[in-house]
Each structure stands twice: as structure tokens, then as C-alpha cells.
């Protein structure tokens, strides 16, 4: 009885070859358009993510008009050519006159929704950070967005104190984040209420990519002075 | 006699353009596709580029399946239609990041959720299976438009509200307070519940307008007969 039933609902049953040309017929279609759609937007992208980071890099580094890429590998660092390297970079920005301005480091680390991914700048003359920005966050829109927004935060990294202590292995001091107007030394970074999460993040994530990437800067400052 | 046809003819390619936007909008009166419409409505440029990746969506989408309705068997359809509407949705996808990266980023993963939207699949299930290459894609462009418009429409009330601004143009001085509140998925619910009401009310006036007028004019009609 079912199957007849069966048979009544669908009269026109396609064949397992019909259903097979249809599903791979559509398929082909679709990744000749995907193909095509990738082939025509990939130097746009490209251009947008490179214009990206070089602005955000200038945004950390005030004064510097050029600058040049190194790659961390190990406990060394090496000038790249190409920007199609994957592995940790660091950016460091030139004046006209070729002296070294400061260096951009990216960090990255969990925030309150998502990775969050920051670029701040060192000045390894002062010894002290020259700005911050948020290259990547989904941080709660109006409450965690601040961390990339708010003009009173961001001012707390000009002139972050970002010293090495004597051993030059380590931050002399932690970098912490304290609650809101209570910040009174100049490792501290005055939090945002109603974003204490992203706030702390964001200073866990600048401590901890201080305390990797500043001591091999400081040994390679000479190499990264004279661009080589 | 020649006359009459074209205007017997041109109210249903308007209305199949229309209903789209008035008297079927996807938001307002179907209530379809809440997820990005909650979700990426806390600025007015985001709700415009939802709305209008959505709409490039549905018009592919609703081309190539009225174009192929006749080769695709009925017992594989919906795998054919998520596959055609995925790589719509990667093609947008795409142009989005050559466009600008800052608006990507703004939208996140609500573009590659536009698979899913459950508009997009309803209108080739019960539209572009069914009819012309013609006629789905101006149902598809009604639909569409009428989606980026309520979208707008929520995003525009929540972005002023919320941060003072429209499309990041300060539209009110400093000493507006913004409400918080409205740029946060709660605001979403609230705007939404808002433009909801206004449109329940509207639709009973003119139902009730229109039931007077009928009455009157079987009254007025009784008085000269």
C-alpha cells in the first residue's frame, strides 16, 4: 500500500544518473563563478589588507614616514622583501632621515568574544610605547569595542613605561591594567569600566608579547637601526 | 480592446516587483531572516551592506535556479539550491573584502551566514522554482530591496540613538547623551518590537479605512437605490 502511495505522490522520479548530472552540472558552475570571483578580487584584497596594516603601522608610530618588515625566527631577526610571510613580524618605522622612529610589534590573545588582535609601537630610545590600535576584535559593540575607540584608553599608550630590567630577558615591570582613574605608575593602564575583560586582555596581551618579543628587539637594535 | 490588455498585464510585473517591498516585506510582515537583522543593525552603513550583499544573493541565486528549474529533479533541489546560494555568498564575500577590509571586518561572520538566511532559500523554493527567469528576478530585487529597507530602518533608529550619529557622521552635538543601550542587541529587540507596532497599526487603520469607507458606500448606494 505505502509503496504505491509512494508512487502516486511522485510520478516523474528522476533516475540516479539525472540526480548525479544535476548535482555535479551545479557544482561545476559554482566553482567556475568562485574561481572567478576569487581570481578577480584577490589584488584588491591584497592591496586592502597590506594598506591596512602599513596605516595602522604609521597610526603606532608617529613621525616615521618609510618603514621595514622583519620576521622573528627564533631569537633572531631577518628583513623580509615580500609581505607574504605568515610567522610573527615586526614592523619598524623610518623618519626621512633613516633614523629609526620606533617599531611596531603585532600581539595577539583571547579577549571577551574573540581573539583580539593589537598593533603598539616601541620606542626603544624612551624605552616607553608610542601608541595602540585594534587591528582585529569582535569585542561587545558600545562596551569591549572602547578598547579600539576610546580616546581616554588609547592615551594610555603614550608613554606606557615599557623598561627591561637589568638582565635585558624581562619587563622590569608587568604591564597591568587597574580600574578606571586609579592608574599612578606609568606601567599601568587605566581600565574601562563596563569593559573590564577586554581592558585586562588587552594588557595581558601587550605584557605578554613585551616580554617575548621586546628582549629580542634590544639585541638586534642595531641590525633593525641600519636596515639590514 | 488593445488598450485594456497592457493594463490588465502591468499591475502583476509591478506586483510581483511591489509585494516585495510593501505588502510581503520580508521583515516587517514575514517576519523572515531575524538573525542578521538583529544583529548587524547597530550602524546604518552596516545594515545598507547586509542589505545589499543579501540582494545580490537573491538575484543570482533566483536567476540561476529559474534558469535551470527544468534540468534540476525535485528529490535533490534543496542541495542544489544551498550550493548555488553558497557561491553567491562567497562571491559576495569576497567582493565585500576588496571593497574595504573595515567593513568586513564590521559585518563578520554574519556575511557567510547569508547562506542561511531563511529568505533566500524561500524565495527559490517558492518563487524562482516555479516561474520565468523574468519574473524571479524581479521578485528577487523586490524582495531584496524591501529587506535592505527595513534593515535601514532599524539601523538608521539604532545608530542615532546609540551613538549620535549617521553613517558615522555626528548628527547631534556634544552634549547628546548616546543610549548605549540601542547599538546592543537588546536595542536591536527594542527597534525591531517598535517598527513591528507601527506597521500592525498601520495595516488595522487603513483595514478599518477601508471597511468604513465600504460601509458608507453601501449606505450612501442604499439611500439612491
Redesign the interface.
Known amino acids: 500500500m505505502s509503496e504505491t502511495n509512494n508512487n502516486a505522490l511522485q510520478p516523474k522520479s528522476a533516475s540516479t544518473w539525472q540526480m548525479l548530472v544535476a548535482l555535479g552540472g551545479i557544482s561545476l558552475i559554482s566553482g567556475v563563478l568562485i574561481v572567478l570571483a576569487y581570481e578577480t578580487t584577490l589584488p584588491r584584497i591584497l592591496m586592502n589588507r597590506q594598506r591596512a596594516i602599513e596605516e595602522a603601522v604609521f597610526r603606532v608610530l608617529p613621525g616615521s614616514t618609510s618603514r621595514a618588515t622583519y620576521a622573528i625566527e627564533g631569537n633572531a631577526v631577518r628583513l623580509l622583501q615580500d609581505a607574504t610571510h605568515t610567522g610573527p613580524k615586526i614592523y619598524a618605522g623610518y623618519d626621512d632621515t633613516g633614523a629609526l622612529m620606533g617599531i611596531a610589534i603585532e600581539a595577539a590573545g583571547q579577549g571577551y568574544q574573540d581573539v583580539i588582535r593589537v598593533l603598539y609601537g616601541y620606542a626603544p630610545a624612551t624605552e616607553c610605547s608610542t601608541g595602540f590600535t585594534v587591528i582585529e576584535s569582535k569585542e561587545t559593540p558600545g562596551l569591549g569595542d572602547k578598547i579600539g575607540l576610546d580616546p581616554r584608553f588609547l592615551a594610555n599608550f603614550q608613554g606606557l613605561e615599557l623598561r627591561l630590567d637589568e638582565s635585558q630577558r624581562s619587563l622590569k615591570n608587568a604591564i597591568v591594567a587597574v580600574k578606571q582613574n586609579s592608574k599612578s605608575n606609568p606601567w599601568e593602564i587605566d581600565g574601562i569600566s563596563g569593559a573590564t575583560v577586554s581592558s585586562k586582555a588587552v594588557a595581558r596581551i601587550v605584557n605578554d608579547s613585551a616580554q617575548e618579543i621586546l628582549p629580542i628587539i634590544r639585541q638586534h637594535l642595531r641590525q633593525i637601526e641600519t636596515q639590514q | 480592446m488593445n488598450t485594456a490588455s497592457p493594463s490588465n498585464q502591468s499591475p502583476t510585473v509591478a506586483d510581483t516587483f511591489l509585494k516585495g517591498i510593501w505588502k510581503e516585506n520580508p521583515v516587517f510582515v514575514m517576519v523572515l531572516g531575524m538573525c542578521p537583522t538583529l544583529a548587524v543593525t547597530?550602524s546604518a552603513t552596516n545594515a545598507f551592506t547586509m542589505g545589499i550583499a543579501t540582494t545580490f544573493v537573491l538575484v543570482g541565486s533566483s536567476t540561476?535556479i529559474s534558469l535551470?528549474r527544468k534540468?534540476?529533479?525535485?528529490?535533490?533541489r534543496i542541495?542544489?539550491y544551498i550550493?548555488?546560494i553558497?557561491?553567491?555568498v562567497?562571491?559576495v564575500d569576497?567582493?565585500i573584502?576588496?571593497?574595504?577590509?573595515?567593513l568586513y571586518?564590521a559585518l563578520?561572520a554574519f556575511i557567510q551566514l547569508i547562506v542561511v538566511n531563511c529568505i533566500i532559500l524561500g524565495r527559490a523554493e517558492a518563487f524562482a522554482s516555479k516561474n520565468s527567469v523574468f519574473q524571479s528576478i524581479l521578485d528577487a530585487l523586490g524582495m531584496g530591496i524591501g529587506f535592505t529597507v527595513a534593515l535601514l530602518c532599524l539601523g538608521t533608529v539604532r545608530e542615532l540613538l546609540?551613538t549620535g550619529s549617521l553613517m558615522g557622521m555626528r548628527v547631534f552635538g556634544d552634549a547628546f547623551e548616546p543610549w548605549?543601550?540601542m547599538?546592543?542587541p537588546p536595542g536591536g529587540f527594542f527597534v525591531l518590537a517598535g517598527w513591528l507596532l507601527l506597521f500592525s497599526w498601520w495595516k488595522r487603520r487603513s483595514t478599518t479605512e477601508a471597511a468604513t469607507a465600504g460601509v458608507a458606500m453601501q449606505r450612501t448606494g442604499s439611500h439612491e437605490i
Not at chain 2, 97 to 102: C, E, F, G, N, R
Open positions: 547597530n540561476l535551470l534540468f534540476i529533479p525535485k528529490q535533490v542541495a542544489t550550493v548555488i553558497a557561491t553567491f562567497t562571491m569576497y567582493a573584502q576588496a571593497v574595504s577590509l573595515q571586518l563578520g546609540g548605549g543601550l547599538v546592543l
